[in-house]
């Protein structure tokens, strides 16, 4: 993997060097290289660091990290030093135990730097917000983006656009079949049983899985709870399976997307548009071979929005933006972003594009809009698009 292609990278170095105010939490999904590019980042600070990771524990004691700490503690006695725990949700009461030994540090003015990572992301939050409100600052890792793909592993637009953003599944991407299991083990079936199941209450684990899969076949279409119910054999009620969505959204595998409206009722209770947060999930769960899929329009046009939505997903995820969709009766907008005041409105064309776009003229027509964009076709090229932060296409 070739080092310091993401920008996160920057971001981290920098922060090392900063003073110590906050402690660092590197969060986001599996296999999306946050202990490698952790790594990376204090080998090239120049400081020294201790490592500790939770896989390591040979007993799960309470005292675990505070061993840890204090050998970091050590190298900090008289210059800024590194202590990095990795998977630290596997220790138990961590949360309590890092407070404390942080409020510890920050009495004695020690120069101690301390970076917290896991691959939990619904166990790391709740341990964030109940005990260490206030004490950190977190960078967020997504998967991959096209530039970094490319750059990293020479993928071509068309390659990215069907295997998505996953690091690790890179090198299988001339192996279909290998391909697509390690996607479906160890990606999907891991986070699901490890990052869900066996952090969060379910009741019906079945259930939450057969609603990954359909949410995951429906990226980029639009899908009523109520219809959710009638393709499900288990189904509870929509209640049940709006919270089974949410918790693989915070598990960094699919979302729902509200209906935009200035209401935030309104907004709720609409029905929502799935979403993977990578497009290689939809590639892996529809098993449709890639040179099959880029001469079907219709399998390559979802890819190619669901690609586009990805992209607008993690910068909703970073914060930089809201991300809604819009439709009124036969007309739609595929993504909505708002950022203050501004509101720019989507549309993915993969195929021809029509003489015209009612539903980006309609929602002009109907609210204050910065951008009318159109991506695909004779539009924006999706490639140039998906090179370009999310926050270019808010600005002037």
Partial sequence: MAEFTRPDAAILIQRLHEPR??????????????TTLVQQCVERSGLEFHWASGDDQSQRSSTWI??????????????RAV???????????????????????TRKRRKLV?????????????GLS??????FEILHLRQW??????????????????????PGAASLRKDAKRWQSYVRDSLIETTISRDVLQLTRVDKPALLRAVFELACRYSARELSFNKMLGQLQDAGNTVTVAHYVQLLDAAGMVAGLPKFAGDAARRRSSSPKFQVHDQGLLSAMEGVPFATAKKDPEAWGRIVESAVGTHLLHAAARGECELSYWRDGDRE????????????????????????????????????????????????????????PVLDWLSD
């Fill in 66 to 79: 505070e061993q840890h700490w204090e050998a970091a503690r050590s190298l900090a006695d008289k210059k």
């Fill in 145 to 166: 983006s096209l530039r970094e793909m490319e750059d990293a592993f020479g993928f071509t637009p068309e390659e990215f656009l069907y295997y998505g953003g996953y």
């Fill in 333 to 388: 907008v595929d993504f909505v972003l708002r950022a203050e005041r501004r509101v720019v409105a989507i549309e993915v064309k993969s195929g021809r594009r029509r003489d015209a776009l009612p539903g980006l003229a309609a929602f002009a027509n109907a609210h204050r809009v910065h951008k009318k964009l159109l991506v695909g076709a004779d539009g924006i090229p999706a490639e140039v698009f998906l090179r370009r």
């Fill in 114 to 126: 301390v970076i917290l990572l896991g691959s939990a992301p619904l166990r790391i939050q709740q």
């Fill in 130 to 135: 109940e005990s260490l409100a206030g004490r």
């Fill in 21 to 34: 105010k906050f402690l660092q939490v590197v969060a986001g999904p599996r296999q999306v290289g946050k």
């Fill in 83 to 105: 202590l990095v725990i990795d998977e630290v949700q596997k220790a138990p009461d961590w949360p309590a135990t890092v407070k404390r030994l942080w409020d510890e540090d």
